[in-house]
Nanobody
């Protein structure tokens, strides 16, 4: 499976941005997630759409501002980011996992496939 993330860019604080991640195959029954890595920091969980229920879960730092969604017909998932803050600056990665259990959805090591990352820079 190949994942291609795009949509990053330079925005100002308070702006919105939508990231997209296109997959080379269907992920209708897969767990999809977004992670990010800021300079000098470890990769961290951002949002996930869990395969079993379709429910979405978010990191506390983005809850209420970011929304994860998917379009199964287009094999594409999205991350709508509103009210962006300078601390959201990072490289954002999309990821897909085929057999992730609920307790592991926040763990980046549980995911099988990764996109190349797209840079989001939020200026103050």
């Amino acid at each position: 499976v190949q994942l291609q993330a795009f949509g990053g860019g330079l925005v100002q604080a308070g702006d919105s941005l939508r990231l997209s991640c296109a997959a080379s195959r269907t992920f209708r029954s897969s767990t999809m997630g977004w992670f990010r890595q800021a300079p000098g920091k470890e990769r961290e969980f951002v949002a996930v759409s869990w395969r079993s229920t379709g429910n979405s879960y978010y990191a506390d730092s983005v809850k209420g501002r970011f929304t994860i969604s998917r379009d199964n017909g287009k094999n594409t998932m999205y991350l709508q980011m509103n009210s962006l803050k300078p601390e959201d600056t990072a490289v954002y990665y999309c990821a897909v996992g085929d057999r992730i259990i609920y307790s592991e959805i926040y763990n980046s090591r549980s995911y099988d496939y990764w996109g190349q990352g797209t840079l989001v820079t939020v200026s103050s």
